[in-house]
């Protein structure tokens, strides 16, 4: 490695085959040229490889928090180390499902490792299963879009007065529109004006979800519309999970 310590490039599991610590250099590195994450990916784990997570249970504090600032003011509470690591882990998986759903190319491990924590395994092995084990998936290679999962099958409008509801009806995601369907094509089902997924029954308890959603956000609660699973499918309305499982 030959540029100054402001300007290193080298990926983090080149350098000794270790895991970047936090209190390391990797956070200045930004080039586009040598790292497949997106730029975005790479200031989140900045971030949360600098930020000190060792009190974070016991104080509110600014990003990039540093613990040994704090002076007189620290908290006499503070985290083992396991248990810090425990934290950090559970941020980078929060974010790397938002940046995975948002990326098909986003690697985990790569993110993981530029945040700071070991994607090693017990042993020692590299890209332990326990790193991807931490995300949510639709299938062994889409991941689930991020959020509440009882609320995608349902897009309520606005709370906004809109008398007339100018937007584009809404159709399923890929991973809706894939589900197993009805072999009969005429069974009975239905959909709102602003529903992702085709339902068998108002009792269904996804849609009960977003109608309580909607209610308590005082959006409107678009009457059911009577059709079948193939004119749903035909104009690429998903199918519920629930009512179909």
Known sequence: MTDSPARQ????????GRVPRRGTLLYQVLSEDLMALSRLAREFAAEISYHDWS???????RAGHQRDNDGINATPEQLTPEQTEFVRTNVMWIAAQVLGHADPNFDVFEFAEWCGVDTRTRSGRPRSGHIPAGLRFDDNTTM?????????????????PAPVDNRPAQVGTPAQRARK???DPNTPGFVTARSRNVHRTTECVKYQ???NVARQRGRTVHPPVWTTTGAARANEKGICSHCWS
């Open 55 to 61: 009190d974070a249970p016991f104080r509110l504090d």
């Open 9 to 16: 490039t080298v990926a983090p599991s080149t350098i000794s």
């Open 181 to 183: 369907w009805p072999m």
């Open 209 to 211: 979800h977003s109608v």
């Open 144 to 160: 689930s879009r991020p959020g509440d999962p009882e609320a995608w099958d349902e897009d309520p409008t606005p709370a906004a």
